[in-house]
C-alpha cells in the first residue's frame, strides 16, 4: 500500500496535496497496490483526492494546529495500520518537518526533494537534485518502508476518478506540546513556492519606487513577485521574496529575471524553473547562460513594451 | 541553559561539480569548504546570543572526519565554548548523522537543540526532524525569531505564504531559518581562543544504513539562450505561448 499524506493548511487542500497524491497514484501502479490518502485535523472536501486517484480517504481528527511530533505520530500508525510500504508527502514546510520523524517512527529510508517515480528494476531508486541543481543523485532505499518528499511543480496533478467518501482514520492523536499562538499567510497571492509564474527583479531597478512596471508585469500575467537578496536586504522589498541558495527555492513554469545579474547564489534558488527569462542591459550578465530566452536591453524601456505586449496578448486569447 | 548546535560542513556553492569512482562518489578534489551558513550565520549566532543573555554554554556537535576540524575551530572562533566530533566517515547517510547526534545530545541533557534549517549541499532539511523523534523532542523547523522566557520560548516560523507563532517549553529542536540572527565574524581574539578550546573526538555507535547513493550525474545541457530584440516583445510574448507554452 501507499500512504500519501497531504498537508492542508488553515484546511485548504492545495496544489502540493494533488500533486503527491498524483505521484502516490503512479508509484502504487508500478509497484502493483493501491493508494490511500490521509489528511490530518479538519479539511475541507478532502474526498476530492480520490479525483488524483486515492482510493480511499482517512481523516485524522482532532489535531487541529500543526505539531511535527503529532503529525508524525498519526502518519505512522495509520501507515501500520494500512500496512503501508511507501509513505508520500508534499516536500514543502510542513512535509519537510515530517519526512524524518516519520522515517524514524517506521525504521524506514527517506528522501526528500524526490523528483522521479521508484525504478524498482534494482531495488528503489529515486533521483533528486543537489548541489544547488548542479548534480543529480540516484538514491537507492534499502530498508523495507520508504518515505519520499515529492519536490513541487514537478508531478502536475491529474485526475483519473471522481470524488471518494471520507472515513475517520481510527487512530489516537497524542496531546501537542507546541501552542500555535497566531498563523499568517498572506492573501490573494500565490505564496512563492508554489507559483507557476514568477516576475521577479534586483538591483538593476535602481530604487523601490520603480516597482510598478513589476508590478503591473506580475498583474497582467497573474505571477507572484520575488527579488534578489541585495534588494531584500536593504529593504526594497519584503524579505519573503527573496529567492536564491540563502532565501526560498522555487521551481516555477516560468522565471522572468529584470536587472538581476545571475550569481551563482542567485541561480542556485531558481536554476530549476522550466522557463527563465532573462532581462538585462549588460550582454555578459551571467544570467544568459542559464535562460531561455534572452533580452539585451534598458528594463526600463524593454519592460513597459512588454506589458503592452502582454496586454494585447491578454485580450485576444 | 544547556545549548548544542549542529554544524556542518558543505562545499562554497562555487564548487566545481565532479564524481569519482564511477559517479558513485562526490569528488572531494579541491574543494573549497565552508560552514553551512545556516548553521553558522543562524543557529549558531542565537545560541550564543541566548548564552550571553541567561548563561549557560554553547557546544557544536559536528559528525564526520578530521578534515572538519577547521569548520568546527571556526564555531569555536565565533564563540562556541566547546565541540564535539563524532568520528565517521566521509559518505555516511543522514540518518547516520543523525542516530550519532541523537545519541549526543542525549546523553548531554541540552535544553535546546539547534540546526541550520537545510544544508546548501543536499537540502535534505531531514536531520533536525529525525533528532527531534529519536530524542523525543518538540520540533519548530524554519524558525525566523526566537524569544525566551524561563523556559518557554516564542517563536516565528516560515510557512508557506506566511508566518506561524509558536509557544513551546524547553527542550526542544529548532532549525534556524534567514531571520533568527545576524551572521557573526570571528575576530582575532576569538581565532585565538578557539585553539584551546575543547574539541572532543567520540567514536561512533553502529548504524545500519537505510538509503545510499546509487550514482550522480550532471544535468543535462541547458540549450543555448535564445535572444530576442529588445523592440520586439510580441515575438517574447508569442514563444511564451507557443512554444515555451507557460503563458
Ligand atoms: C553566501 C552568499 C549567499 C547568497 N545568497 C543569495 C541569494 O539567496 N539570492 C540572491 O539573489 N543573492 C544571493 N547572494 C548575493 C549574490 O552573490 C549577488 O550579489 C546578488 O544576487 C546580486 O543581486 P542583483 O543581481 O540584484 O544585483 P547586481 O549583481 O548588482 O546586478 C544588477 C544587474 O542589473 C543589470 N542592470 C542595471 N541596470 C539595468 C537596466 N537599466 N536595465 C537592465 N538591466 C540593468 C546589471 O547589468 C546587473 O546585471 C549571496 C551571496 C553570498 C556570498
Redesign the interface.
Known amino acids: 500500500m501507499v500512504l500519501v499524506y497531504t498537508s492542508s ?1 488553515e484546511g485548504q487542500l ?1 496544489k502540493s496535496a494533488f500533486e503527491a497524491v498524483t505521484y502516490g497514484y503512479k508509484a502504487a501502479q508500478a509497484l502493483g497496490t493501491e493508494v490511500v490518502a490521509l489528511t490530518i485535523g479538519n479539511v475541507d472536501n478532502a474526498g476530492v483526492l480520490g479525483q488524483y486517484g486515492a482510493g480511499k480517504v482517512l481523516n485524522a481528527a482532532g489535531a487541529e494546529s ?4 503529532v503529525h ?1 505520530a498519526v502518519i505512522a500508525k495509520v501507515a501500520e495500520q494500512i500496512g503501508a510500504s511507501v509513505v508520500v508527502m508534499p516536500d ?3 512535509g ?6 516519520v ?3 517506521l ?7 524526490v523528483k522521479t517515480l521508484p525504478d524498482t528494476s ?2 528503489f ?1 529515486v533521483k533528486k ?15 523495507d518502508k520508504k518515505v519520499l518528499s515529492i519536490a513541487g511543480n514537478t508531478f502536475p496533478p491529474e485526475v483519473v476518478g471522481g470524488d471518494v467518501a471520507v472515513d475517520a482514520a481510527g487512530v489516537d492523536v497524542p496531546a501537542s ?10 492573501k490573494g ?6 507559483a ?2 514568477v516576475v521577479s527583479a534586483g538591483r538593476g531597478m535602481k530604487d523601490p519606487g520603480n516597482w510598478g512596471i513589476i508590478d503591473e508585469l506580475a498583474g497582467h ?1 497573474g505571477a507572484t513577485t520575488a527579488c534578489s537578496r541585495p534588494v531584500a536586504d536593504v529593504g526594497w522589498r519584503p ?2 521574496e ?1 529567492v536564491g ?3 526560498v ?1 522555487i521551481r516555477p ?2 522565471y522572468i529575471a529584470i536587472g538581476i545579474s545571475g550569481a ?2 542567485h541561480l ?1 534558488g531558481v536554476n530549476q524553473s ?2 527563465i ?2 532581462i538585462n542591459k549588460d550582454p555578459e550578465a551571467p544570467f ?11 528594463l526600463f ?2 519592460v513597459p ?2 506589458n ?3 496586454k ?2 491578454k485580450a485576444a ?1 | 541553559m544547556k545549548l548544542l548546535v549542529c554544524v556542518s560542513k558543505t ?1 562554497d ?3 566545481k ?1 565532479s ?1 569519482a569512482n564511477n559517479d558513485t562518489e ?1 569528488n572531494t578534489q579541491g574543494v573549497q569548504y565552508i560552514m553551512n ?1 545556516y548553521d553558522e550565520w543562524y543557529a549558531l549566532v542565537r545560541a550564543l546570543e541566548l548564552k550571553e543573555a541567561t548563561g549557560g554554554t554553547v557546544t557544536t556537535i559536528n559528525v564526520g572526519s578530521a578534515a572538519n576540524d577547521t569548520v568546527i575551530r571556526k564555531g569555536l572562533a565565533i564563540g562556541a565554548d566547546d565541540a564535539i566530533r563524532v568520528d565517521a566517515p566521509e559518505n555516511c547517510s ?2 547516520y548523522v ?1 542516530r550519532q547526534i541523537a545519541e549526543q545530545a542525549k546523553a548531554g541533557a541540552y535544553d535546546i537543540v539547534f540546526f541550520g534549517k ?1 544544508t ?15 530524542l ?7 524558525a525566523t525569531k526566537m524569544d525566551i522566557a524561563g523556559n518557554t520560548a ?1 517563536i516565528s ?13 524547553t527542550p ?1 529542536a529548532i532549525s534556524a531559518a ?2 533568527l540572527a545576524e551572521q557573526r565574524i570571528p575576530n582575532m581574539r576569538g581565532i585565538m581562543m578557539a585553539k584551546r578550546k575543547p574539541l572532543n573526538v567520540i567514536p561512533p555507535v553502529d548504524v545500519s ?11 543535462p545541457e ?2 543555448d ?7 520586439d ?2 515575438k ?6 507557443s512554444e ?1 507554452k ?2
Open positions: 493548511p492545495k500543526f505539531d511535527s511530533g508524525a514543502d514546510s510542513t519537510k518537518s515530517l519526512l524524518g520523524r522515517a524514524v517512527r525504521d524506514a529510508g527517506a528522501v526528500s526533494g534494482a531495488g531508486v537534485n543537489v548541489f544547488s541543481g548542479k548534480a543529480i543523485v540516484d538514491y537507492n532505499i534499502n530498508s506540546r507546541v501552542r500555535v499562538k497566531e498563523v499568517s499567510t498572506v497571492t500565490v505564496p512563492l513556492p508554489e507557476e509564474l500575467l524579505h519573503h527573496h541558495q540563502t532565501g527555492a513554469n516560468l551563482i547564489q542556485a522550466k522557463t527569462v532573462v544568459f547562460k542559464a535562460a531561455d530566452y534572452g533580452i539585451v536591453g534598458d524601456e524593454v513594451r512588454l503592452e505586449a502582454i494585447k496578448f486569447n | 562545499p556553492t562555487t564548487t561539480i564524481f562526490f551558513p543522514t540518518y543523525a537545510e546548501i549541499d543536499y537540502n535534505g532539511a531531514q536531520i533536525g526532524a529525525m533528532v527531534a523523534e529519536m523525543d523532542m518538540p520540533f519548530i523547523s524554519y516564542t516560523r516560515d510557512i508557506e505564504g506566511g508566518q506561524e507563532i509558536v509557544e513551546v517549553d526542544f534567514k531571520g544504513e537505510k538509503v545510499s547513493v546509487a550514482s550522480y550525474a550532471l544535468p541547458k540549450k539562450c535564445h535572444y530576442i530584440d529588445a523592440e516583445m510580441d517574447l510574448v508569442e514563444l511564451l505561448h515555451a507557460v503563458i
